[in-house]
């Protein structure tokens, strides 16, 4: 089993729209958490760290689920901006990621 | 800061040459590492530091090999270049080890490698 495993999509949603991604992982000894966003042939930027239950930025929110092992990062209102590769990361001994889930916005 | 530098940006290597990808970053992070990221596999680690004089291997180190002599700078050699090793490399460094915990890593732009 991966560290970490992600739904790789490609999720295409309206502009406007609410959507969600969800990320497992297997270490039950992580305590923190990232979601990166990627752009096409960029490195990874970091979005959101997610520390205790959950962690809210604008638009975005992410949230931890300890006891099902998972996390999920919400994106509402979605703009074409937004479009783009979003990793997960769950440290645990050594920097695991996700496979990526890949966002199109269209409008 | 400059953060996380690469260089070079692209390269194009015959099968069997061998190079080193460089890696430098100026924040003072003692954990560096080099991940390979390939269409649909995601980010794969392939070596690590926690600190200077200190490395480890990853999920995947064959054909690579890496040395942490100072904290700034995290090189990774690629010992007789493989059509395989085609693949795009990022450099990343954290603040501190992870043990379960974690910071964020920063990431270079990246070195485009083609392998003929």
């Known amino acids: 089993r991966k560290e970490v495993e992600q739904d790789p999509g490609p999720f295409n949603v309206p502009e406007g729209a609410t959507v969600a991604f969800n990320c497992t992982y297997s270490?039950?000894?992580?305590?923190?958490f990232f979601w990166y966003r990627q752009d096409c042939r960029k490195e990874p930027k970091l979005l959101m760290s997610v520390y205790s239950s959950g962690n809210e930025d604008g638009r975005f929110t992410a949230q931890l689920n300890r006891a099902s092992q998972y996390i999920s990062l919400l994106i509402r209102d979605s703009k074409l901006s937004d479009s783009a590769t979003y990793l997960c990361?769950?440290?645990?001994?050594?920097?695991?990621f996700g496979t990526g889930t890949s966002l199109t916005v269209i409008p | 800061n400059a953060g996380v530098t690469q260089t070079p940006k692209f390269q194009v290597l015959k099968t069997g040459q061998s190079m080193t990808l460089q890696c430098a970053q100026d924040?003072?992070?003692?954990?560096m590492s080099w991940y390979r990221q390939d269409p649909g596999m995601g980010l794969r680690l392939i070596h690590y530091s926690v600190g200077a004089g200190i490395t480890d291997q990853g999920e995947v180190p064959n054909g690579y090999n890496v040395s942490r002599s100072t904290t700034e700078d995290f090189p990774l050699r690629l010992l007789s270049a493989a059509p395989s090793q085609t693949s795009v490399y990022f450099c990343?460094?954290?603040?501190?080890?992870?043990?379960?915990?974690?910071?964020?890593?920063?990431f270079g732009p990246g070195t485009r490698l083609t392998v003929l």
């Open positions: 990361a769950a440290p645990g001994g050594q920097f695991y």
């Open positions: 270490n039950s000894a992580s305590q923190s």
């Open positions: 990343a460094s954290s603040y501190a080890g992870l043990a379960g915990g974690g910071d964020e890593q920063f």
């Open positions: 924040m003072n992070h003692e954990y």
